[in-house]
């Protein structure tokens, strides 16, 4: 590595998310120039299928000059204004009234942030004032699933229930509770039916309210499809059955669509796909197609009126960014809705998701391929030691990122998560790209299988 390369600079300068910081100073990263379409570019010139959209958000790929344009000239118009204090501007002001239009479920009004972190961090705190504006301040608790993610402020990544980002942040903070995630591969029991898994699931969710006691659990949070879990879609019933014991115990929903939303896994909401109700709704990445960092909050009427009541009281909503509603950033997300409506983005991915999800669901039958779940656009693929057993590689193999690697060399930008391979393709790849996706992912699995099987660390059989 050169002294000067952008490689040595970055390991020099730069501190890296989610990333191991010991390793990263040895390998350095991947630079990536530039994007065409839904393929990018390495500073060598190496093209690379981005088969994970960026982090599951680059919906339209990485060159829709469209969207250039419109921050350009918005940039020209008004490139800066805020929200607080009773301000706003045309952008804001038409993208919150487009997201009513289109939610799920009816919604009142719209909190914009930059991030999908900051969205959920939102809607933790109006849990927690709508609670106080209606007389109950001890229903506070605030309960999420064992892998989810929702961020990674300090209360989003409190609600997810992902260990390796709690360890030594001394997090999760107080009153966040995590329950079981629906995971039927793993987590079925022997002989268990999809459907009575689903009702363990809820009544796992029921036995931690009541042992905490309902009148101090506020709200459950859960993305309709687990995306940084590793892609876990939920059995049928299970949602329905979780919204009852919600109902029962009178609790708050709040769905994040951070991933699902905008047409990925086959309607333009997850809400839509496994028929949520939620009060309030986040949701970030593709609403602006990921050009510019855009974040919205959707919330109930029921809620808008008592925050109105208690913003009264208090004498104001003490509550906001300095970026909430950017116009460059609302310019750009409403451009990006009027491109999928236009060229009809979610009839495209209705057309494609059967055909990619059949070229996912042919791994299936690979050695080290326990499970593929997936949905619309949305793959994941359980890695295995032993499909019989279904038992997983011991971690020091590190099986997922040895086969992330591999598919890398073969051009492909894939995602492991622990033992679980994820795909998340920008929403406009067309047959061909399913195909190179496929190509590369077998080619990497064979890889991988001939360096393990001689090892003796895959059963074989
Ligand atoms: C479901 C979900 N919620 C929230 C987030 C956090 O979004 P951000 O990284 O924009 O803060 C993510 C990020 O991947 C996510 O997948």
């Keep these: 590595m050169a002294a000067n390369s952008a490689q040595a600079r970055d390991i020099a300068y730069q501190v890296h998310p989610q990333t191991n910081l010991r390793l990263h100073q040895s390998e350095g990263p991947l630079v990536v120039e530039r994007g065409d379409g839904p393929y990018v570019f390495d500073d060598t010139g190496r093209r690379y299928l981005e088969g994970m959209a960026g ?3 680059a919906s339209l790929g990485f060159s829709e000059r469209r969207l250039a344009e419109v921050a350009y000239e918005q940039m020209k118009t008004l490139p800066y204004y805020h929200t607080f204090n009773g301000r706003s501007h045309p952008q804001s002001i038409d993208l919150a009234e487009k997201l009513i239009e289109i939610a799920p479920v009816k919604m009142s009004k719209v909190l914009f942030q930059s991030s999908g972190s900051e969205a959920n961090d939102t809607a933790i705190k109006l849990v927690w004032y709508y609670h106080n504006a209606i007389g109950k301040p001890k229903k506070k608790k605030i309960i999420g699933r064992t892998k989810g993610y929702h961020g990674t402020t300090a209360a989003s990544v409190s609600l997810s229930g992902q260990a390796l980002m709690h360890a030594d942040f001394d997090l999760p903070l107080d009153g966040f509770r995590h329950t079981d995630y629906p995971h039927y591969y793993k987590l079925a029991e022997a002989g268990e039916s999809e459907e009575a898994f689903a009702t363990r699931m809820a009544e796992s969710l029921e036995s931690l309210i009541l042992a905490e ?3 101090t659990c506020a709200a459950f949070f859960a993305e309709p499809v687990q995306g940084a879990g ?4 939920p059995p049928p019933t299970y949602f329905e059955k979780i919204q009852a014991v919600l109902k029962k115990y009178d609790m708050l929903f709040v769905a994040d669509e951070v991933i699902c939303g905008f047409g990925r896994t086959g309607n333009r909401w997850g809400s839509e796909t496994f028929d949520l109700k939620p009060d309030m709704l986040t949701c970030a990445k593709a609403l602006s197609a990921s050009y510019l960092p855009i974040s919205a909050l959707m919330i109930s009427e029921a809620i808008f009126e008592a925050m109105v009541a ?11 960014y300095t970026y909430s509603g950017h116009p460059v950033t609302t310019a750009v997300a409403l451009e990006t809705l009027k491109i999928y409506e236009e060229r009809d983005i979610l009839g495209h991915v209705r057309r494609i998701s059967p055909y990619f999800q059949s070229r996912m669901g042919e791994f299936a039958d690979h050695p080290l391929v326990g499970e593929v779940s997936g949905v619309g656009l949305l793959a994941g693929l359980e890695i295995v030691r032993d499909k019989t057993t279904r038992e997983a590689f011991d971690p020091a193999v590190k099986i997922g990122e ?3 690697r591999a ?3 073969h051009g492909l930008i894939s995602r492991a998560l622990g033992d679980r391979l994820a795909l998340c393709p920008p929403l406009i790849i067309e047959e061909a790209q399913a195909d190179e996706i496929a190509g590369a992912v077998r080619s990497a699995l064979d890889d991988v299988w001939s360096e393990v099987r001689p090892e003796g660390l895959a059963a074989v059989g």
Excluded: N, T, Y
Aim: proline share 4%; with cysteine; hydrophobic share 40%.
């Design 55 to 57: 982090l599951w958000c």
């Design 213 to 215: 006691g309902p009148e």
């Design 230 to 233: 590793g892609v876990i879609v």
């Design 310 to 320: 208690e913003s009264e009281k208090i004498g104001i909503f003490g509550h906001g």
């Design 402 to 404: 040895r086969i992330q």
């Design 407 to 409: 598919a890398l060399d």
